[in-house]
């Protein structure tokens, strides 16, 4: 069964968006703070958003103003949805609990052009 499915990545070009979704299973969805994080290629994993059960958001300085963080509990659904993307934005995008409490999903590929 899988526990953190991430999909929505893809090629824009700078400027572009991209709405990323990440359906949870097998965990209490519900009752868990959730974020997302992205990896580039020989960098360190980052938190870049994060949404308490309450709906109480939260973000990287780098992301915020253009990438907005939401929650289905009804779904176990998890969503980004990025706008006015840049070159620097390029990482793999990964679903966890704010904590990282949970094992990773494969992550979604999000690659912006310049």
């Known amino acids: 069964q899988v526990q953190l499915l991430e999909s929505g990545g893809g090629l824009v070009q700078a400027g572009g968006s991209l709405r990323l979704s990440c359906a949870a299973s097998?965990?209490?969805?519900?009752?868990?703070?959730m974020g997302w994080y992205r990896q580039a290629p020989g960098k360190l994993r980052e938190l870049v958003a994060s949404?308490?059960?309450?709906?109480?958001?939260n973000y990287a300085g780098s992301v915020k103003g253009r990438f907005t963080i939401s929650r289905d509990n009804a779904k176990n659904t998890l969503y980004l949805q990025m706008n006015n993307l840049k070159p620097e934005d390029t990482a793999v995008y990964y679903c966890?609990?704010?904590?990282?409490?949970?094992?990773w999903g494969q992550g979604t590929q999000v690659t912006v052009s310049s």
């Open positions: 097998g965990r209490t969805f519900s009752s868990s703070a």
């Open positions: 966890n609990t704010a904590r990282s409490l949970w094992p």
């Open positions: 949404i308490t059960t309450g709906g109480t958001t």
